[in-house]
């Protein structure tokens, strides 16, 4: 009933009023935020708050990393500066034994946290993704930190338990690694902001970035982009792009994929993406880089617990020539009743509008399928996002009659058999 008087409304109301609408409502909280931040010297505040929560703790956890239940209430709560002018300032750091634990099970040490965190550089600033959360980078480039909104709140601590649990048994996840979790509170207002590691080694240059939700409105940027710009599905359809990587290594991607869109699904979360960044190699790097990775993928040795960050930091293409960098980016957003009434929406306004590029692209089977527009439910989308990683982003079967692949993998085997020196632990 209410999706049936949402169409009925929604005939009367433009795709561009619509959007013009949700831009200003979930536009409230943003502004408030960036105002906040404007007016307070947050960055410096919130890394202060940080570096005294974290100094508070210590790793209790004895080489032998686990979750029961009772960390899970554990959050450190710290007033930075009772006596101010502006009243009290207050700092949480949500879960603060379980985010300890997960930088363990990541390899990050505490040291090493706490120095990439004296630093940030420059302020935050907005993202290109249309939820609107802020970024700023530390200055070593090792960590990013992101604004979080009330809803998304609510569905990192229901999920978190499980979270961590999943990410414990699922080394090689390619979900956000959520290493810090933390709230800075004045008179004036709040900031909430999780800490991730940064996708991208530091100094390294992308040719070529990618959005990718398996939607197909709205979802060409059009126009010839400038360095460094996102692309989306449709720019990526159009241009032809595919990955080609080992069977071992695509297997395992296509595998973690579907693991980690079924625990989001689990969670009642849709709209998550890809983030796919290339970047193209020179022959010198390609060599000393190929040889390093033999070294470590044959002496058990690994920088990373994923296998998905081994090869400069990233995972390469069948010809070394290409080093793919991804991860599932936008895991808190949960199926509510402004998505529910967005679908609606969208379901009514977008079936008249088709595909931007239906007639150069043949993509008439995979819509047919599946729900052009973003705002599904998550079944629906976890079945559309999969399909089209399976369809459009890596595309082996249908290249491997050429020969190439095959001919690439059996020299590699060759190489493989080679008499490698495995060099002590700590030497990397």
């Known amino acids: 009933m209410f999706t049936a008087l949402l169409c009925v409304i929604a005939g009367g109301i433009l795709p561009g009023t619509y959007r013009r609408i949700r831009r200003r409502f979930s536009g409230n909280e943003v502004c408030k935020s960036q105002a906040f931040i404007r007016e307070k010297d947050v960055s410096k505040m919130l890394l202060a708050g940080i570096r005294r929560s974290l100094g508070h703790q210590c790793n209790s956890t004895n080489g032998q990393i686990n ?38 099970l990541f390899g990050i040490s505490e040291a090493s946290f706490l120095a990439s965190l004296s630093r940030v550089q420059g302020e935050f600033a907005i993202g290109e993704g249309k939820g609107g959360s802020l970024f700023v980078t530390t200055q070593d480039s090792r960590f990013i930190l992101k604004t979080v909104k009330k809803s998304e709140r609510v569905s990192l601590h229901a999920m978190m338990y499980d979270y961590a649990t999943y990410v414990n048994a699922h080394p090689s996840t390619l979900l956000p690694w959520f290493m810090g979790y933390y709230t800075l509170t004045t008179d004036d207002g709040e900031l909430t902001v999780v800490v991730m590691p940064n996708l991208l080694p530091p100094k390294l240059k992308i040719q070529a970035r990618y959005d ?14 400038e360095d460094g710009d996102t692309l989306k599905d449709l720019d990526w359809l ?6 080609a990587l080992t069977r071992e290594d695509e297997g395992a991607v296509l595998q973690q994929l579907q ?8 969670h009642n979360i849709m709209d998550q993406s890809l983030l796919l960044c290339i970047h193209r ?16 993928r044959f002496c058990k040795q690994r920088h990373s617990p994923s296998r998905f960050h081994s090869f400069q930091g990233g995972i390469p293409n069948i010809s070394y020539k290409e080093v793919y960098y991804f ?12 998505k529910k009434a967005e679908n609606a929406l969208k ?27 973003s705002a599904v439910a998550p079944e629906a989308y976890e079945a559309r996002f999969l399909a089209f990683m399976r369809e459009h982003v890596f595309l082996r079967e249908s290249r491997i009659n050429s020969g190439e692949i095959e001919a690439t993998e059996k020299t590699l085997d060759k190489s493989y058999t080679m008499n490698w020196h495995c060099p002590r632990s700590d030497n990397f």
């Open 67 to 104: 979750f029961d239940e009772t960390i899970f209430n554990l959050h450190d709560h710290t007033v930075l500066d009772s006596r101010g002018s502006e009243g009290a300032i207050k700092f949480t750091n949500w879960f603060a034994e379980v985010t300890l634990r997960l930088r363990t």
């Open 212 to 225: 990718l939700k398996g939607s197909l409105v709205n979802r060409l940027v059009g126009k010839a982009p």
């Open 238 to 243: 159009n241009r032809k792009q595919t990955i």
């Open 259 to 266: 693991f980690d869109s079924a625990f989001l699904t689990r």
């Open 281 to 296: 190699t020179s022959w010198v790097r390609r060599i000393t880089a190929f040889v390093h990775w033999i070294r470590i």
């Open 327 to 338: 991860g599932i980016i936008d895991v808190l957003q949960s199926y509510n009743y402004r």
């Open 347 to 373: 379901s009514f306004t977008s079936g008249a509008r088709g595909i931007v590029t239906e007639e150069e692209i043949d993509l008439q089977d995979f819509a047919a399928k599946h729900s052009r527009h």
